[in-house]
């Protein structure tokens, strides 16, 4: 069965390090994978996309990677802070204008 | 990144009425835009898919008649919840994608059916 992961439900990191979230998926080929912050009680914030032709892509603190070998994605954001707490989300796209498929998230808690 | 907003942000009705929720996409246009429902510390769950001047897809076990959506427009799409029951209560979220496949997503309403 089609199934996307997100390792951890809940993270608790010290502020100033680096936090890895991960997102596995089985049985899927996604074309391009994106990561999303979400804050309670609002919409997802798009952070990243990843095109299955590249292994890597950063964005001023965030990085994130792509295995398609493995079949994972990994999500760090470094120098954390505590501003940095949120649900974390990844995502899968299919290809063409098929819907994104979501993981049910990581919730990253820094503490100062 | 591309702005998506809704409106209104939150909602709350008395049962059996309808609730209409808008979304735009603010600077650019978008052919496809979907709508997300969410209960607490659960993730998104797809509602539909709409596209511009056609019907809507809705996903399995989402009642159609229910929830009415229209896409009238390259930056206009509406959710309607019709006949609400308490059920219905939930965080209502419509996104939208750009050309180069970025998906953007609004602030999400609160819907709250006494």
């Known amino acids: 069965s089609q199934k996307i992961e997100q390792n951890s439900e809940a993270l608790n990191i010290q502020e100033g390090k680096t936090a890895t979230l991960t997102c596995n998926y089985t049985n899927y080929s996604p074309a391009y994978l994106q990561w999303y912050r979400q804050d309670p009680g609002r919409g997802p914030v798009f952070l990243l996309l990843?095109?299955?032709?590249?292994k890597e892509k950063r964005k001023e603190r965030l990085k994130v990677t792509f295995d398609t070998t493995l079949k994972q994605s990994l999500f760090h954001i470094t120098a954390s802070q505590p501003a940095d707490s949120a649900t974390y989300l990844c995502?899968?796209?299919?290809?063409?204008?098929?819907?994104?498929?979501f993981g049910k998230g990581t919730r990253l808690s820094v503490i100062a | 990144g591309a702005v998506v907003s809704q409106h209104p942000s939150w909602v709350i009705c008395k049962s059996g009425t309808s609730v209409k929720i808008e979304c735009r996409s603010l600077d650019f246009q978008a052919t496809t835009m979907f709508w997300y429902r969410q209960f607490p510390k659960q993730s998104l769950m797809l509602m539909a898919t709409?596209?511009?001047?056609?019907?809507?897809?809705?996903e399995q076990g989402v009642e159609k008649d229910k929830f009415l959506i229209n896409h009238a427009s390259l930056t206009l799409s509406t959710l309607t919840v019709t006949s609400a029951h308490p059920e219905d209560s939930s965080f209502y979220i419509c996104?939208?994608?750009?050309?180069?496949?970025?998906?953007?997503f609004g602030p999400g309403t609160r819907l709250t059916v006494l």
């Open positions: 995502a899968l796209a299919l290809g063409g204008n098929t819907p994104l498929v």
């Open positions: 990843i095109r299955e032709n590249e």
């Open positions: 709409s596209n511009e001047g056609s019907k809507a897809t809705y």
């Open positions: 996104s939208a994608r750009v050309i180069d496949n970025e998906q953007f």
